[in-house]
Every structure is written in C-alpha cells, then in structure tokens.
C-alpha cells in the first residue's frame, strides 16, 4: 500500500513564526503536492513538484514556498506565519503514467492553527 | 479551462435511502482521468475509483455505483442503501494531459449525511 506520511497531525504557531511542513511517500512516485483544505472552498493546490528539485506553484502560492532535495520528500515553508494560514494542509502523491496523473494518494493532513 | 463542479454542498438522506452525488467536469483534454475521493471526519482522503475518459462503461462496487457520460461531461456518484458510515464529504476530481500538466483539479466537495 501506497503511504504517504505528514510529520504532524496538529500544529500550533504564533505570528511571524517560520513553519515547516514535512511529508514523507514511500512508492517512489514523481509527483508530490500541497493542498490546503479550508470550509467552504475544497482543496486548493499551493505548490507540486514534478521531480527532485522541481516545482510549479498552484493556484495559491503567496506566502508559502516548497523544498525537494529527495524524491521521497516534499516540504511546505510558511516562511513567515499568519492567522489566515489557518487550516488544514493536505500533502499527497501519484505517479505518473503514460502521460496521465494517476490517482493521488494523501496522508492524513496537519491541522495547523496560527495565533 | 480545467473545472470541476459539484452543485450540491450538502445533502442529508435517512438510512437505506439512495442518493446520487453530482460531478460536472470542463477540460480541453481529449485524454483525462476522473476520480472519486471519500473524507471521513478523520480527515484523510481515500481513493474510490478512477475512471479513463475512453471508458465510458459504468461500474458498480457493491452500493456504489458510477455513471460516465461524456456527452453531458458529467461522472455521477451513487450510494445504494445508504448507511451511517457513508457520511462523509465526497469529492469529484480531474486529472489531464496537454492543458492540466500535472495537475488535479478538485470540485469543493459534497457533504453526506446519512442518518439512522
């Protein structure tokens, strides 16, 4: 089975503060993403990354940036926390195949609340 | 431009009732995936089915049930019998080739409540 691991499930910041969000997949897949989650609005992508090193933004990317020295790894940066980055961060990751995304796979989200 | 659309963002049945959710897609892709994803509220998405845009046969998965018509861009989602444990926010989702490099798109989900 597919794995897809993010660090922490809560996570509690102040203002200001600088966030790193890990996310860890086990199957070898090229593609990893970052989601947020917020009521009312769905999943909206803030950054993918294709392969090691690469990365496109999402529809969302202001105030966040993104790390992928290995291929396993995806890092989310709030490089300077605010309360409207409230929510709930979805990492997930799908392979790519025959020039198709297949399905992704999610971990379990981290809840990060920012005061 | 890549969309997904789910129109209803709430519904409430009662047990072993059956309730059919919407997806409505727009793409410029001639080749594409769709998905079905199931959130419980623990939070984490799980995959239900995917489907190719070349096969437009229907599939059945004990209670769920899929409908594919490209004619009408839509991949309907029904729950036969409903139970408690299907409440949950489901979501449509899209993934393509030439003009959705690497990407998904998401609909904003359709909440379910099954009620005893």
């Known amino acids: 089975d597919v794995k897809v691991t993010q660090s922490s499930r809560y996570l509690v910041k102040r203002t200001g503060e600088k966030v790193f969000l890990e996310c860890v997949q086990d199957?070898?897949?090229?593609?990893m993403f970052w989601y947020r989650q917020d009521p009312g609005l769905g999943l909206r992508l803030i950054y993918f990354?294709?392969?090691?090193?690469?990365?496109e933004k999402g529809d969302i990317p202001e105030g966040y940036s993104v790390s992928r020295e290995k291929k396993e790894r995806f890092s989310l940066i709030l490089e300077s926390a605010s309360t409207n980055q409230t929510s709930m961060y979805l990492c997930a990751s799908s392979l790519w195949e025959d020039g198709l995304n297949t399905e992704a796979f999610f971990g379990q989200g981290t809840r990060l609340t920012v005061v | 431009a890549q969309k997904v659309t789910q129109a209803q963002t709430e519904i409430s049945v009662v047990e072993k009732e059956d309730v059919t959710l919407d997806c409505v897609y727009e793409t410029r892709d001639t080749t594409y995936y769709l998905f079905w994803y199931k959130q419980p509220p623990s939070g984490e998405l799980v995959f239900l089915i995917r489907?190719?845009?070349?096969?437009?046969q229907n599939e059945i998965s004990g209670r769920y049930s899929w409908n594919f018509q490209k004619s009408t861009s839509s991949f309907n989602f029904t729950i036969t019998a409903s139970q408690v444990v299907d409440s949950a926010v489901y979501f449509c989702a899209l993934s393509g080739g030439v003009y959705n490099f690497n990407k998904f798109y998401f609909g904003s989900g359709t909440k379910l409540n099954v009620k005893p």
């Open positions: 199957m070898d897949h090229e593609n």
């Open positions: 489907r190719n845009s070349f096969d437009e």
């Open positions: 990354s294709y392969d090691v090193k690469m990365k």
